[in-house]
């Protein structure tokens, strides 16, 4: 089975540009993370989503930084404009989730990573 | 507030030693998970085990063992006789009772030198 994927696993780009990353999570799972990995920060939940729906983007940096998950099977994390500061490894995602199934614990299986240069 | 400290950034070991990695975490919910992560020089994050809080056995599972104590609020991670291979940054890491939103520590680099 398939793990989570992403492309592209590698971006350069200068700044100002726009700049989108995508995920395609496990099938069957219905929770979508996207997190960011620095050097300065570590690592930081950008945002998650539960069947589809966005649940909380309070990690998300700024107005710049936008995502969506149109259905199950795939996420975007879009940057625009892009800066120098977002050069970071951008990593999903996905792990199954059943509200009030107690202990809820599933663990979440991550994707290879998109490194995001910005020059 | 929730966090989980690692406080130790890097350490280096000889092949075949034991080498315990650090994790202390803060939560006031009752009903928490924690769980740590490899990440190789290679980039990926590898699950490795997962705690709920209302279990404290130790586990073993190979080389690998981990301690959990709610007393200390440390979920410790141990590897006997430590190979090569073992190098990365392993991460510990806290979900709470909601929809398993994982709060990472910072992680220790761990380096373990034939």
């Known amino acids: 089975d398939a793990g989570v994927i992403q492309s592209p696993r590698h971006e350069v780009t200068e700044m100002g540009q726009e700049v989108t990353l995508r995920c395609k999570p496990i099938?069957?799972?219905?929770?979508l993370f996207w997190y960011r990995q620095t050097m300065m920060r570590g690592l930081e939940l950008l945002i998650y989503f539960n069947n589809n729906v966005p649940i909380d983007d309070s990690g998300m940096p700024e107005d710049r930084f936008s995502a969506k998950m149109p259905n199950a099977s795939f996420s975007t994390l879009k940057i625009q404009p892009s800066e120098p500061r977002d050069s970071a490894v951008y990593f999903c995602?996905?792990?199954?989730?059943?509200?009030?199934?107690?202990?809820?614990?599933?663990?979440?299986?991550f994707g290879p990573g998109t490194r995001l240069t910005v020059l | 507030a929730q966090k989980v400290t690692q406080a130790q950034t890097e350490i280096s070991v000889v092949e075949k030693e034991d080498v315990t990695l650090d994790c202390v975490y803060e939560t006031r919910d009752t009903t928490y998970y924690l769980f740590w992560y490899k990440q190789p020089p290679s980039g990926e994050l590898v699950f490795l085990i997962r705690r709920n809080s209302f279990d404290e056995q130790n586990e073993i599972s190979g080389r690998y063992s981990w301690n959990f104590q709610k007393s200390t609020s440390s979920f410790n991670f141990t590897i006997t006789a430590s190979q090569v291979v073992d190098s990365a940054v392993y991460f510990c890491a806290l979900s709470l009772g909601g929809y398993n939103k994982l709060i990472f520590g910072a992680g220790t680099r761990l380096a373990v030198h034939p």
């Open positions: 995602a996905s792990s199954w989730y059943k509200r009030g199934l107690a202990p809820s614990y599933n663990e979440q299986f």
């Open positions: 099938s069957g799972h219905n929770s």
